[in-house]
């Protein structure tokens, strides 16, 4: 990351552009931040640093991700890995959004299986979260009920093989993600899986798909709210569906 910083420095660049998966345009949204920053990185982040307001904008920052997973290319912060503290944090201000997004679903085409899966259940998970916070909105509500439906048969799809019109659907999902969290905010399956991400190198979508099946559970045992638990009843009927099996009640 400092690397990036110092090269950009040095030749003077004036634009950054990510072709990658989540990490990739995280650490190119950091770098287009960075380069005219008066501090190390650590001054401005979140929980492990100071949270130091960035004295100008980033530098022009375009995103292609070649995973459908974080949904990076559309939100305003860059999560960092900080090995030091064995954390995960992020960089954040309302000038890091992309200044351009690119999806193009043909770049996450043939994606090894393990990538997918990963990536898929961080995509699927940013859908439901935001569609059960107490801070969803009738805009985030639209780009979710209809997303986690689609990306779970999606993703089944992609586990048996390959699909370009699942790629496609993933791609989709995973735009909605992240402008929904961007929006509602995400819960406990993400508050969770942020800083184990940190204490193991386990993929944080494998974190998030193992966590799910519990956080959801945790959620229902405590949702007095009717609007809510239709939702949960929703989101069971929709695995249920794609599973071919009776919904759970416990879940």
Not at 223 to 237: G, K, N
Request: hydrophobic share 45%; proline share 7%.
């Amino acid at each position: 990351m400092n690397k990036g910083v110092e090269l950009a420095r040095q030749y003077g660049v004036d634009a950054v552009v990510s072709l990658g998966g989540g990490a990739v345009i995280d650490a190119g949204k950091a770098i287009a931040t960075l380069v005219k920053a008066h501090g190390p990185l650590i001054d401005y982040q979140e929980v492990v640093g100071n949270g130091r307001i960035l004295e100008s904008a980033p530098l022009t920052f375009v995103a292609l991700p070649t995973t459908a997973g974080t949904g990076a290319e559309v939100t305003k912060n860059a999560v960092i890995n900080v090995p030091a503290h064995r954390r995960k944090v992020s960089l954040r201000d309302n000038r890091m959004l992309p200044d351009l997004a690119i999806i193009d679903p043909a770049l996450t085409d043939n994606t090894p299986r393990s990538v997918t899966l990963a990536s898929g259940l961080d995509a699927l998970t940013q859908v439901i979260e935001p569609y059960i916070c107490n801070r969803a909105t009738p805009y985030t509500d639209a780009l979710c009920r209809a997303a986690i439906p689609q990306g779970i048969s999606a993703l089944m799809q992609l586990m048996k093989q390959e699909c370009p019109h699942s790629r496609d659907t993933m791609a989709w999902v995973s735009q909605c993600g992240g402008l929904a969290l961007a929006n509602a905010g995400l819960g406990v399956i993400h508050g969770l899986a942020g800083p184990l991400g940190g204490l193991c190198d386990a993929p944080h979508g494998a974190l998030c798909g193992s966590l799910l099946p519990f956080g959801l559970m945790l959620n229902n045992a405590h949702v007095a709210d009717p609007t809510l638990l239709v939702r949960f009843d929703e989101i069971r009927r929709w695995f249920a569906s794609a599973l071919d099996v009776p919904p759970y009640a416990g879940l």
